[in-house]
């Protein structure tokens, strides 16, 4: 179908292919031997809808267009027999490079309506398998080093097929250990295969050669002397200091900085050419990556000069030219609803070497206004609302611990991240908030793959004073949620751990296993001190400690996040998810328990996609115990979002991606079909037994949940759609859980049952998710 409604645009010279095959070839090689065949006569699949969608928008008056080309799908497949010759002589090639040194391959092309098949027909001859290894290395410490490193890369050994990719493979691994063993001056083209045949037809000798340059054996290099010098000004070195160079050096380094902007020690901290050691090209590279990672060189270039050519040291030269280091952003905003209008303006000054160290120094302002409108009165004559807040954060690229230096950066930047905030709300007759959080936090990367950061102090201080004398109790109770986050009064001490495996992976298509772990506890250095003052309190009794005049938080909170991502080929993947949570308080917190925001939620974009976020449990439980009469109602909108919320939390996805269209309106779209499930619980029966962990009603309590999604992928960014479709909810019981059968069949008498006794909420069996990155 797909060939005959493209055929119809193309002149009766021209035809489309239809199909390619490629005959007689080693199944193993099959699928690498068809991407040789030249990519504008391959045809597209016949369940694509690419060359469809070209056809759509790149049609005009029977005819495909020769200009203004829409970005739209893909152009058919036209057969051009040159590019099938092309085709015929890089499959011969690959074959012969794979072992089939007589190979063979003839083209056939049969056309009819228009369409085309085209048949590769290959003659492999006999296999040649490699028989002796040998090797001629003129430079007897480059023979000692390929012999001590190879057997930790080689890909060669007697009685395997000939394969060229593997001597390829040989010579790049052999150019790669020779640069980290200090042969600076070591080229590839000193490297090459003899292939010699032998008696037996079926096997060949391999001999490796490493020629020497001509002027005489290859020569291992030390690092000199390092000279750095950083440009004037970001425009880079004008010609008048193209050749600058200071000979006065401190510790085997020249440092000058002509712009008077940098300190040394911070910069030279991630200067990896050490003044004695062997030339290592990984020192290199760890150079050029880190000086870039302190944000403050647009350019850094490396070079090394020799002055005695009879010398084995060479020595480096760093350039570097700044970049702009400050900036200042001012955003606006004027919000404005039922009779209210308002604004906030907020300034953030960054300066990315704040103390000369590629410090980043952010400091924030904040504040805004909203105010009643109506009856005549001008605008801002009734102000309701105020809010200020002021934010400051320096993050230092080093691990900033007392009586200890840690030498790190081999495999990332680490980071000391000091912040401090502090927060003033009024709300007229309503309330007075100020919250003080302060925090010191180190990241560090133990190897590319494996990430720490660890906040050893995390110290908020939360005073809210809501006037209750003030507040109708209708009003209260309408606004439990909010009524709960105003009236807040606490201290909270502790420290926070997360440790993440394999995050720089997720954006690649290949197989791994993802983990992110995370430890969240406070209050115990607190306890400790209140136990030491000899101050007794009876939690029994709702007393509780404080510090600094208000109650302290005491509580611990794990939580693991485990992925495992499986490459299924081209643009395809399976995803399976599984993420557990537990939350407990216990000493000053027992009776209060753990802060509303501490606790876990089930459903949203990421999780359970066919509920709304904070919509599921816990446990069973069922929102129709409110009340059925106007009482429930009422509770029920003042508590949404407050009474599913868990002390215990698992959930999970499976998850298959796949590829639509590669070009779609100058990004790619992609699919996705999914099944969530998952809950929250309690971890004791205080607010009901439904809501309360139990293995035994594991599977009962478990909401499932299904749907597909698209993934528009503009590649710095995907937009995400998602639609769920619920499977099983378990705030009914029995049979009654599964709600698809009532989406099937009955769905509108069930839905109007459940709102007549849960209003104001209304049942959804489909629930529709916007995002912006993908899911997990």
Not at 85 to 105: D, P, W
Not at 162 to 181: G, H, P, T
Request: proline share 4%; aromatic share 14%; net charge positive.
């Amino acid at each position: 179908m797909q060939a005959c409604s493209s055929t119809k645009y193309i002149p009766d010279y021209q035809s489309i292919v239809k199909k390619v095959t490629i005959d007689s070839i080693d199944a193993k090689f099959e699928e690498q031997a068809y991407n040789y065949v030249q990519k504008d006569i391959r045809p597209s699949s016949p369940f694509s809808i690419n060359v469809p969608l070209y056809n759509l928008f790149n049609t005009k008056d029977g005819r495909y267009k020769t200009t203004d080309i829409k970005p739209f799908g893909t152009p058919p497949s036209i057969l051009d027999s040159t590019l099938v010759e092309i085709s015929r002589t890089q499959i011969e090639k690959f074959l012969k490079g794979k072992g089939y040194f007589q190979a063979k391959v003839t083209s056939d092309i049969k056309v009819k309506d228009k369409k085309a098949e085209v048949k590769f027909k290959a003659d492999p001859g006999r296999t040649s398998f490699i028989g002796k290894l040998s090797d001629s290395i003129y430079t007897p410490n480059i023979k000692g080093i390929y012999h001590a490193e190879k057997s930790k890369f080689t890909h060669l050994r007697p009685g395997m097929q000939y394969d060229s990719d593997s001597l390829s493979y040989e010579r790049e691994q052999i150019y790669r250990v020779m640069k980290e063993n200090g042969y600076f001056y070591f080229l590839r083209p000193y490297i090459n295969f003899d292939v010699i045949e032998t008696t037996d037809v079926k096997k060949v000798d391999l001999r490796l050669n490493v020629t020497n340059p001509p002027s005489g054996n290859h020569k291992q290099y030390n690092i000199g002397t390092t000279y750095m010098i950083i440009a004037p000004s970001p425009d880079g070195f004008p010609d008048s200091l193209r050749n600058y160079v200071n000979r006065d050096t401190t510790r085997g380094v020249s440092f000058t900085d002509l712009s008077k902007r940098y300190r040394r020690n911070p910069i030279l901290r991630y200067d990896f050419l050490k003044r004695g050691e062997m030339y290592d090209i990984r020192n290199e590279n760890l150079t050029y990556d880190r000086l870039y990672e302190l944000n403050i060189f647009k350019n850094v270039k490396i070079d090394y000069y020799n002055q005695d050519s009879t010398s084995n040291k060479i020595n480096p030269i760093i350039l570097l030219t700044p970049q702009k280091v400050m900036s200042n952003r001012v955003e606006g905003e004027v919000p404005f609803n039922g009779g209210t209008v308002g604004f906030t303006l907020s300034n953030t000054y960054t300066n990315n070497n704040f103390f000369r160290g590629a410090e980043r120094f952010e400091l924030q302002v904040k504040g805004g206004l909203q105010s009643r409108i109506g009856n005549g009165a001008s605008p801002f004559s009734d102000i309701y609302q105020r809010d200020f807040s002021i934010s400051s954060s320096i993050s230092v690229p080093r691990l900033m611990i007392p009586f200890y230096n840690p030498v790190l950066g081999a495999n990332g930047m680490p980071h000391t991240t000091f912040s401090t905030s502090y927060i003033y709300a009024l709300q007229k007759d309503v309330s007075v908030r100020r919250i003080f959080i302060n925090s010191i936090t180190y990241d560090w990367v133990e190897t590319k793959s494996k990430l720490h950061s660890f906040t050893p102090l995390n110290f908020e201080y939360r005073f809210g004073n809501l006037e209750r004398d003030k507040i109708s109790d209708s009003a209260f109770v309408s606004n439990v949620y909010y009524a709960t986050l105003l009236d807040r009064k606490d201290f909270t001490l502790g420290m926070k751990y997360n440790y993440t495996l394999n995050g720089d992976k997720l954006n690649q298509l290949r197989s791994f296993i993802y983990f992110r772990g995370a430890m969240d506890m406070a209050g115990n250095m607190l306890q400790l001190v209140s136990n030491l003052s000899g101050k007794k309190v009876d939690i029994d009794k709702g007393e509780q400690a404080k510090f600094l005049g208000l109650p302290f938080t005491q509580y611990i909170r794990p939580e693991a996040d485990v992925r495992y991502y499986k490459h299924l080929g081209g643009d395809r993947q399976f995803v399976a998810r599984l993420n557990v949570g537990v939350g407990y308080a216990y000493g000053n917190s027992r009776l209060v328990g753990m802060p509303f925001e501490k606790k876990f939620f089930a459903g949203g974009s990421s999780g359970i996609r066919a509920w709304q976020a904070r919509t599921i449990g816990p446990g069973n439980y069922n929102r129709e115990t409110l009340g059925t009469d106007s009482v429930g109602n009422a509770l029920r909108k003042a508590l949404f979002g407050l009474d599913q919320l868990g002390e215990m939390r698992i959930e999970g996805n499976l998850e298959y991606r796949y590829m639509l269209l590669k070009k779609f309106f100058g990004a790619s779209l992609k699919g996705a079909a999914f099944v969530d499930y998952g809950n929250v619980w309690n971890l004791n029966a205080s607010d009901g037994e439904e809501k309360m962990f139990k293995l035994s009603r594991l599977v009962q309590q478990l909401a499932i949940g299904t749907g597909i999604g698209l993934r528009y992928d503009v590649q710095y960014f995907v937009f995400r759609f998602d639609i769920g479709l619920k499977l099983k909810d378990p705030q009914f019981s029995g049979s009654d859980q599964w709600v698809i059968g009532k989406f099937l069949s009955g769905g509108r008498d069930f839905k109007n049952t459940y709102n007549a006794t849960h209003g104001p909420d209304t049942y959804r069996f489909l629930q529709y998710n916007f995002g912006i990155g993908m899911p997990f």
